[in-house]
């Protein structure tokens, strides 16, 4: 499949992260003790973080945390009521430098009577590209993407799978150096799902800086370089990834069984063994006891009948911290 353009970003001193993810000292968004009210309710409480270049870096939280008021907050389409915002190292507006950034926003849509091409050109022209290399940058996406046989089709034939690619190919036409990225995954099918997860892997390796927010734990688990998790609009935890799990070590086991499960439910209740659980049936994720064994929990398993295929020792996963940091109440906000 050919690759559609994406021009790296000069001018960076790099390192490599865990991802192979090139980083500058630099950042590119930075918010300062930001606030956001609405009718006397807090949407984002006194929140700080820092995006530096060339990391995906994931904004995470349940429904409703605020993770949509940040990003527009981060646009200004949103003004915060106290607090500032730094992008690309500059006190501004982001309608300022909305060149450099790419945004799709959760809430998507499209101008439903044009036809596809028609539609990614005239987007593409208002960042100001030059309309011979809008058109043929919409035209490699839509290969890219699969999307060839309809490029003459109108926005209201397409399927809404069909319709949020067309708009995420909207969002990188002129190749922004930033982009942002509301619940990008959520609707998407497993195979558009890849496609996109491919798409934002290769910006970071070509240099630009993805910022998406997400509820989708193992998405934002296998893609993100740096993350926050996010809550009543208060910020819980931020940093790397294994900076993240570095608190909640202990002693974690993955276990799967083949058909049977035996009498695990009763035994993953066992307080002298099993601190929590996360039991969905046929696989489970538990924290044990500090000094329980887990060949003990093994040998238990095995005697009630449970046929395992999988009993690992485990680092904790995101999902089990951002349950474990958000609980059952995090989620009133905008």
Same mark, same amino acid.
């Given at each position: 499949?050919?690759?559609?353009?994406?021009?790296?970003?000069?001018?960076?001193?790099?390192?490599?992260?865990?991802?192979? #993810?090139?980083?500058?000292?630099?950042?590119?968004?930075?918010?300062?003790?930001?606030?956001?009210?609405?009718? &006397?309710?807090?949407?984002?409480?006194?929140?700080?973080?820092?995006?530096?270049? *060339?990391?995906?870096?994931?904004?995470?939280?349940?429904?409703?945390?605020?993770?949509?008021?940040?990003?527009?907050?981060?646009?200004?389409?949103?003004? =915060?009521?106290?607090?500032? !915002?730094?992008?690309?190292?500059?006190?501004?507006?982001?309608?300022?430098?909305?060149?450099?950034?790419?945004? +799709?926003?959760?809430?998507?849509?499209?101008?439903?009577?044009?036809?596809?091409?028609?539609?990614?050109?005239?987007? #593409?022209?208002?960042? &100001?590209?030059?309309?011979?290399?809008?058109?043929?940058?919409?035209?490699?996406?839509?290969?890219?993407?699969?999307?060839?046989?309809?490029?003459?089709?109108?926005?209201?034939?397409?399927?809404?799978?069909?319709?949020?690619?067309?708009?995420?190919?909207?969002?990188?036409?002129?190749?922004?150096?930033?982009? !942002?990225?509301?619940?990008?995954?959520?609707?998407?099918?497993?195979?558009?799902?890849?496609?996109?997860?491919?798409?934002?892997?290769?910006?970071?390796?070509?240099?630009?800086?993805?910022?998406?927010?997400?509820?989708?734990?193992?998405?934002?688990?296998?893609?993100?370089?740096? +993350?926050?998790?996010?809550?009543?609009?208060?910020?819980?935890?931020?940093?790397?990834?294994?900076?993240?799990?570095?608190?909640?070590? &202990?002693?974690?086991?993955?276990?799967?069984?083949? *058909?049977?499960?035996?009498? =695990?439910?009763?035994?993953?209740?066992?307080?002298?063994?099993?601190?929590? !659980?996360?039991?969905?049936?046929?696989?489970?994720?538990?924290?044990?006891?500090? %000094?329980?064994?887990?060949?003990?929990?093994?040998?238990? +398993?095995?005697?009630?009948?449970?046929?395992?295929?999988?009993?690992?020792?485990?680092?904790?996963?995101?999902?089990?911290?951002?349950?474990?940091?958000?609980?059952?109440? %995090?989620?009133?906000?905008?």
């Amino acid at each position: 499949m050919r690759a559609a353009p994406l021009e790296r970003v000069a001018g960076r001193a790099q390192v490599t992260t865990r991802n192979g #993810a090139t980083l500058t000292p630099r950042s590119v968004v930075e918010l300062q003790g930001i606030t956001k009210r609405f009718a &006397g309710h807090t949407a984002v409480d006194n929140l700080s973080l820092v995006v530096p270049k *060339g990391v995906i870096y994931g904004l995470l939280g349940p429904n409703g945390a605020g993770k949509t008021t940040t990003i527009r907050i981060i646009l200004s389409i949103l003004l =915060a009521d106290s607090g500032r !915002v730094h992008l690309f190292g500059e006190t501004g507006n982001g309608r300022d430098q909305t060149a450099r950034i790419g945004y +799709l926003p959760e809430e998507r849509g499209l101008y439903r009577k044009m036809r596809v091409l028609d539609v990614l050109v005239f987007l #593409a022209r208002m960042k &100001g590209v030059e309309r011979p290399t809008a058109r043929l940058r919409a035209e490699q996406w839509l290969e890219r993407f699969g999307l060839a046989p309809w490029r003459m089709r109108r926005i209201d034939e397409l399927s809404k799978g069909m319709q949020q690619k067309v708009q995420f190919i909207s969002t990188l036409l002129h190749e922004p150096e930033l982009v !942002v990225l509301d619940e990008p995954f959520a609707g998407l099918d497993p195979v558009n799902a890849q496609a996109l997860k491919d798409t934002v892997l290769e910006l970071r390796q070509r240099g630009a800086t993805v910022l998406f927010s997400t509820h989708i734990m193992e998405q934002a688990e296998k893609l993100c370089d740096q +993350l926050c998790i996010i809550a009543r609009g208060r910020k819980l935890v931020d940093g790397s990834l294994s900076d993240i799990k570095r608190p909640a070590s &202990g002693q974690h086991l993955a276990i799967s069984f083949d *058909g049977s499960a035996g009498n =695990a439910a009763a035994l993953f209740c066992d307080p002298r063994m099993v601190k929590r !659980v996360d039991d969905y049936g046929q696989f489970a994720e538990l924290e044990l006891v500090p %000094g329980a064994d887990p060949q003990d929990l093994l040998r238990a +398993l095995v005697q009630s009948g449970a046929r395992l295929s999988r009993f690992q020792l485990v680092e904790p996963s995101l999902h089990k911290i951002f349950v474990d940091l958000v609980g059952n109440g %995090g989620s009133d906000n905008v």
